[in-house]
């Protein structure tokens, strides 16, 4: 919503629908739906289709910060906090290990998730940038989220929520 508002469209002319990712690219194709935000490799089978990349939603919304979140209960923070730290500093070692060598990185995804060489070869991700967060892209998401909100209630409580009560310290160190 937040770049169909940008780009001057109606957001509230949009009727969203849910669908796996991988069903997305069929969707396209038969016209059930006009746009999909797509994540990779499955954006690649639909500009493979004649599919046309409008933006890359995370890139335009969340500058400069990690866009690749895992979430966690802060009880299990807490009971677990070298196992957190671990996993922690292993994403960033790959976050900047895709970054130093992209081609080893794609080729980590064919062994890793079971996809094909030509999947992994187009496969996209947000590499160069800092693996870690800062709170002004958290604040970016809340706006967004009050802004286009279709439940009051909801919206107020997000107007009122203090982002940095939501993220591990560590990951934004």
């Known amino acids: 919503m937040g770049l169909v508002d940008r780009a001057g469209a109606d957001p509230t002319s949009i009727e969203l629908v ?10 396209l194709d038969s016209g059930d739906v006009d746009a999909a935000i797509m994540q990779w490799p499955f954006a690649a089978e639909a500009l493979a289709a004649g599919g046309v990349e409008l933006g890359y939603n995370n890139r335009e919304l969340f500058v400069d910060t990690a866009t690749t979140l895992f979430n966690t209960s802060q009880s299990f923070i807490d009971q677990n906090p070298n196992t957190v730290r671990a996993f922690a500093d292993a994403m960033e070692e790959s976050i900047l290990g895709s970054t130093e060598d992209p081609e080893a990185a794609k080729a980590s995804l064919v062994d890793g998730l079971g996809i094909t060489a ?28 009050v802004k286009f909100s279709t439940d009051q209630s909801a919206a107020t409580a997000l107007e009122n929520l203090d982002v940095s009560t939501v993220v591990w310290p560590g990951a934004i160190e």
Do not use: I, K, V, Y
Request: glycine share 8%.
């Open 18 to 27: 849910q669908l796996p990712f991988g069903q997305m690219a069929a969707a």
């Open 118 to 145: 030509e999947q992994a070869e187009s496969a996209r991700w947000n590499d160069g940038g800092d693996p870690a967060l800062n709170l002004t892209a958290f604040e970016t998401a809340r706006d967004l989220l």
